[in-house]
């Protein structure tokens, strides 16, 4: 009998030993990707703005020897550069805001959907009844599914609103994101590798290095609904 059982344990152990070095694996994937997208944050917000002031004064130098209908003109373009660093800084912050670090994942997706909103004119209501603080790694985790959730809503779902719930029921967390819009026809998607394209892969990758879940309730012409579930340790 003795013989039997670890015959039987040593297949589960490997298994479970292969397991979980698969979610360290994702870790440390995620964990190298969360480095390369701060690195290129910085970049857009630091090396071009500096750029753009330099153009800047650029201008400035070659207005002052223009005729005043020239420098209206120049005006214009200044005005134009404006808006690009303004779109530049946001979406610098997007990709990896300062807030997440310093606030949490529930002030940083109030703030994304704010300025996916303003760029989207998509109305975007967020609702948490928790403040709870999590690990780095799950805030991270939680903040990219998301701004991936939000993406897939502005580029496919034809949505007029979306809505955003974050509650805690018992040890776990759940965020549920909603939508009214074209929904689609989740078992097509989830066996078709192509369409794989919507984010939903990265989803599940990132919750299954957290330990956490994802369900989709969806079809055609009714919208769609996620629901991240993560349990508190």
């Keep these: 009998l003795a013989d039997f059982l670890a015959e039987s344990i040593s297949p589960y152990e490997m298994a479970h030993r292969g397991f979980q070095d698969a979610v360290k694996a994702l870790q ?3 964990e190298t990707l969360e480095e390369e997208i701060k690195r290129i944050a910085h970049a857009v917000h630091d090396e ?3 750029l753009l002031v330099a153009v800047h004064l650029a201008l400035a130098d070659v207005s002052q020897k223009l005729p005043k209908p020239q420098q209206e003109q120049l005006g214009q373009v200044e005005k134009l550069l404006d808006q690009v660093e303004d779109q530049l800084r946001r979406y610098s912050h997007e990709l990896r805001p300062t807030v997440l670090d310093d ?3 529930i002030p940083a997706i109030r703030f994304l959907a704010e300025g996916v909103s303003k760029r989207t ?8 009844m928790t403040a709870v603080r999590l690990p780095d790694e799950v805030e991270i985790a939680l903040y990219r599914i998301v701004q991936e ?3 897939n809503v502005t580029k496919h779902a034809h949505a007029s609103r979306v809505s955003i719930l974050v509650q805690r029921k018992g040890r776990v967390v759940c965020c549920s994101m909603q939508d009214d819009g074209a ?3 989740v078992q097509t998607v989830q066996s078709d590798r192509g369409r794989k394209g919507l984010g939903l892969l990265g989803m599940e990758e990132r919750l299954n290095a957290i ?3 994802l369900s989709i309730d969806s079809s055609p012409g009714r919208g ?3 629901l991240i579930r993560v349990p508190i340790k």
């Design 48 to 50: 071009a703005g500096q």
């Design 211 to 213: 330990g956490g879940s």
């Design 121 to 128: 004119n998509l109305p975007i209501r967020v609702k948490t």
């Design 28 to 30: 440390g994937l995620n």
């Design 183 to 185: 929904g689609f026809d």
């Design 224 to 226: 769609t609904r996620l």
């Design 149 to 151: 959730g939000l993406t």
């Design 103 to 105: 606030l949490g994942w």
